[in-house]
């Protein structure tokens, strides 16, 4: 007989959370001018806004925190996190930051030239703004079904259309492109995977076209997980083993080390060329600090060096794809429409099919985001008109992306499954009465399009 498994962890401590009225949050979010992120997290009773820095870390990394050496240059605690990533990623260049979004600015200033593209399967806002502020261009070339939110399910929609590729070199010439990223899992349509036969396929296409490839693995083994249940060549290989494939076909890697680090700060830049190290250090020496902390504590380093190898445990990758794929089936049984199938590290709604009476122009993912918090005290992020919408440098009119989706991420080894149910349940009430809900007028965006959706403010229609 087969019996049902739990978490593959105990739960040690716990953090007390709030409940609040749904007065006191219309009245916060007015406050907010309807942008959850300027709700204060003590009035967020269940926080899905992201799934960057939220995890809750193992005894070892709380251990190993305790071993941090505060050393300004060449630190031990940095040679430990050299060997972490040296045995997962087999990189041989390592430079830490304090946070994906600097290895991001790293990535643009090193690999974008003004006026030029930068391809991929869909870059993350943080990337796509530091490429913007220095004048490059970003182009989103994942397939036809990756955009679709309503298309039928696939095991990788997040891989790259290379035909699109070649259309864009043939048209733009490709002296217009600078650099391939692959961003693995694809954050912007669903935490959806790509194949590690895309992994391969677009690095010989980049060595054909001597373009550099890089990669964004910030969830790398999200990624790996599906590729080891969804790939039939790889069913047998070790997590560890999928990964180390999955970065070999790179130059250069970025992460945010707050996904699949499981820790609460950090990031990574690593290469295999030793010129781009080289260039790296220098920034880092000016926007970070020492090569060897990177804008970290040595304490921040140890739990990473052990957060590194945490995170290629297949029970524990098993444990966190299934418990975003048990909310997604929730939210299918009370008809909320979703992106299928689900991603790795959250579920996405589809807000175009949720409010079908309220225009892109109105933000349908941002009033559903007000609305679940409203309803619920459940915080969730707009991943659409305003994350994403832009205006034609040409005409001035408002472009409005593919995808209208509201993100609910999941913080890693933090819920249970009976927070899933409080959210799979506020959803479903909301969907039930999603007819008396209009939309919101947007009043205020910062001056980085691109990153609007982190101070937006809103009124209600």
Known sequence: MRFQTAEPF?????????????EDRINWLKEANYNVFKVKAENVYIDCLTDSGTTAMSKNQWAALMMGDESYASCDSFFKLEKSVHDVFDIPYVQPVHQGRAADYLLAKLYTKPGKIAI???????????????????????????????????????????NKCERIIKEKGLDSISVIILTVTCNNNGGQPVSMQNIKDTAEFAKKYNIPFVMDIARVAENAYFIKTREEAYKDRSIESIIRESVSYCETAVMSAKKDGLVNIGGLFLTRNKDVFTMANQLAIVHEGFLTYGGLAGRDLEAL????????????????????????????????????????????????????????HEFPAQRLVVALYEEAGIRAVELGACAFGSKDPITGKDVWPELETMRIAISRRVYTNDHMDCIANALGYIYENRKSYKGLKLVYQGPIVSLRHFTAGFELI
């Not at 105990?10 to 749904?22: D, F, G, P, Q």
């Open 10 to 22: 105990r739960i040690k401590m716990v953090e007390h959370v709030k409940k609040t009225t749904k």
């Open 120 to 162: 991929g399967n869909m870059h993350f806002d943080t990337f796509r703004g530091n490429a913007e502020v220095l004048g490059a261009l970003v182009e989103d070339l994942v397939k036809d079904e990756g955009k679709n939110a309503s298309s039928p399910a696939s095991p990788f929609k997040g891989n790259i259309d290379l």
């Open 305 to 360: 060096a052990v957060g590194l190898r945490e995170v290629c445990d297949f029970d524990y990758l098993d444990y966190r794809i299934k418990q975003v794929e048990y909310l997604g089936n929730q939210l299918k049984l009370r008809g909320v429409p979703i992106i299928e199938p689900t991603g790795g590290h959250g579920v996405y709604v589809d807000a175009k099919r949720f409010f079908d009476h309220i225009p892109q």
